[in-house]
């Protein structure tokens, strides 16, 4: 029997829906499907839109730091979850669960307490800029949150905290594959007395109730993070009503590894990048570019650790990569490698047969492919697998042009013995987000893409910003 999820959650009250269209969720790591959820239906939608709308004015009037004191509330209901929000990312992603500890809720949790000090900061600006212009800074709206699957605290968090500290009150349509999540993030919000209407959640299908959101008079902004197909769906969507749109969309990205007396920990950083999360990570780093000189060696490295990562059921110890989330992303990775090999690329770890001994859940091993050039399909399309493709370079400016020569420009790493030569080459790329050598993820980095990777900023202060509008107030002057 199949647990029955039915609870959206609207005007600060748990809705149900009558007669639902139920959506099955399968657990990755064996197949099996556990639940199904209860799809909102428009009146739903339009019910919460109406709540956040009714909300607003209220919400938008308090000061930055009295809605800080509410967020800070938020956060604390979060953390108290962090064990139930640990549970449901590993059951409906299959993440390890060290890793959906440490990056699915620990770094999302820290990114929403950054808010805090943001909320400081917009407080005290001074805005002021003579004696007779003023500008303040005033909430964009309500606001449409539809977010993905493949970090689905991150992506919520991303853009609830800034949009609720900016004054907007929101709409939130999390991934159908990923509700649990979202709704443990609302069962926050409702214990932390969140005044009704500031926030809604409704659970169902992007398909469905997604353009409701994008063409909805009363909705002023969509911020959506996803595939670029989607993204561009609803930025046509909303323009009959000229919302503002932010996307956060996919990318293809390169990280540049200049000859190095390090090259081993230079290769396997980059490998572990691309297979964390089962490659499905927006920022993965799926096109390594190598100087021809150092190439095959490279190539080697890239192999052995590849084959040195354990891939296996989330729960399990030492496990670095879980299944992919669907049998639908499965099966588009699987064709992703096929195309490879058709495309003349040589498979030197993984490749797209199914794991031995783990039945039948979504598992692929780490994969890589060597003599890649960047025409081919595979390296010019995002893949979201566990798939790296390494490509070599004559120079400098032919690494750049390399990384450069896609459509997407989302992020990017280089690695280089000396600094300036890595300050050089971040700056050479055509992107959002560049780390150099072994630099960590930063919470407070604003994050967003170039070209077809999107538009906007998320996280940092800066990230605020893509929730609020500027009003410049002019006054008479003194007489
Ligand atoms: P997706 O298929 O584009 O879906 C994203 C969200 O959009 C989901 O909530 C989906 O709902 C919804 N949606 C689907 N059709 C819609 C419509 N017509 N109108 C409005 N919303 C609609 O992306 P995904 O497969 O979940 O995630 C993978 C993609 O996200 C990759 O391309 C990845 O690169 C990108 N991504 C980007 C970032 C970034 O910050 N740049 C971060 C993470 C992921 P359903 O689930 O109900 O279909
Ligand atoms: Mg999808």
């Known amino acids: 029997m199949l647990q029955r999820i039915n609870a959206h959650y609207v005007n600060g009250q748990w809705r149900t829906i009558a007669a639902p269209d139920w959506h099955t969720l399968v657990n990755p790591a064996d197949g099996e499907a556990y639940a199904c959820v209860a799809r909102a239906d428009a009146g739903l939608v339009n019910d919460a839109v109406s709540a956040a709308s009714h909300a607003f004015p209220a919400w938008s009037a308090l000061s930055f730091s009295?809605?800080?004191?509410?967020?800070?509330?938020?956060?604390?209901?979060?953390?108290?979850?962090?064990?139930?929000?640990?549970?449901?990312?590993?059951?409906?992603?299959g993440a390890p669960l060290w890793f959906a500890r440490e990056v699915h809720v620990d770094d999302p949790l820290d990114a929403f307490a950054k808010h805090l000090d943001y909320a400081k900061v917009l407080q005290n600006e001074q805005l002021q800029l003579d004696a007779r212009l003023k500008l303040r800074k005033e909430a964009v709206g309500v606001c449409a949150l539809i977010t993905p699957w493949n970090y689905p605290l991150h992506q919520i968090i991303a853009k609830l905290a800034p949009a609720l500290l900016a004054g907007c009150t929101v709409v939130l349509k999390p991934a159908e594959l990923t509700p649990k999540t979202a709704l443990c993030v609302a069962m926050a919000a409702d214990a932390a007395g969140l005044p009704p209407g500031v926030f809604n959640l409704v659970l169902g299908s992007g398909s469905q109730i997604g353009d409701i959101l994008s063409t909805h008079a009363d909705i002023d902004c969509v911020s959506f993070t996803g595939s670029t197909e989607i993204g561009r769906h609803i930025q046509q969507?909303?323009?009959?009503?000229?919302?503002?749109?932010?996307?956060?969309?996919?990318?293809?990205?390169?990280?540049?590894?200049?000859?190095?007396?390090?090259?081993?920990a230079a290769v396997k950083l980059g490998v572990e990048d691309v297979m964390a999360n089962s490659g499905q990570t927006c920022t993965a780093l799926s096109r390594m570019l190598v100087h021809h000189s150092q190439y095959a060696e490279a190539v080697a490295i890239a192999a052995a650790h590849a084959n040195s990562l354990t891939v296996g059921e989330p729960h399990q110890d030492g496990v670095f990569l879980g299944p992919l989330i669907s049998a639908a992303q499965y099966q588009s990775v699987q064709r992703y490698i096929d195309i490879g090999l058709t495309e003349g690329a040589e498979?030197?770890?993984?490749?797209?047969?199914?794991?031995?001994?783990?039945?039948?859940?979504?598992?692929?091993?780490?994969?890589?492919?060597?003599?890649?050039?960047?025409?081919?399909?595979?390296?010019?399309?995002?893949?979201?697998?566990?798939?790296?493709?390494?490509?070599?370079?004559?120079?400098?400016?032919?690494?750049?042009?390399?990384?450069?020569?896609?459509?997407?420009?989302?992020?990017?790493?280089?690695?280089?013995?000396?600094?300036?030569?890595?300050?050089q080459l971040a700056a050479g790329i055509r992107a959002g987000l560049i780390f150099i050598n072994a630099a960590p993820w930063h919470n407070a980095a604003p994050f967003g893409g170039y070209k077809q990777s999107g538009n906007g900023r998320e996280l940092g202060l800066k990230g605020v910003e893509e929730y609020l509008e500027l009003k410049a107030i002019v006054d008479e002057g003194a007489a």
């Open 237 to 264: 969507q909303a323009a009959a009503t000229v919302k503002r749109v932010c996307l956060e969309l996919g990318g293809k990205s390169a990280f540049l590894i200049s000859p190095t007396e390090q090259l081993s």
């Open 66 to 93: 009295q809605r800080a004191e509410y967020l800070a509330a938020f956060i604390q209901q979060l953390q108290q979850r962090r064990d139930e929000l640990v549970e449901a990312v590993v059951s409906e992603l």
């Open 347 to 423: 498979l030197v770890a993984g490749g797209a047969e199914p794991v031995a001994g783990l039945g039948a859940g979504y598992y692929l091993r780490p994969t890589v492919f060597a003599n890649v050039h960047n025409q081919m399909q595979i390296a010019r399309e995002e893949i979201f697998g566990p798939v790296l493709c390494i490509l070599p370079y004559q120079d400098e400016a032919d690494a750049l042009r390399i990384a450069n020569d896609s459509p997407y420009g989302l992020s990017g790493r280089v690695w280089a013995d000396d600094a300036a030569t890595a300050q």
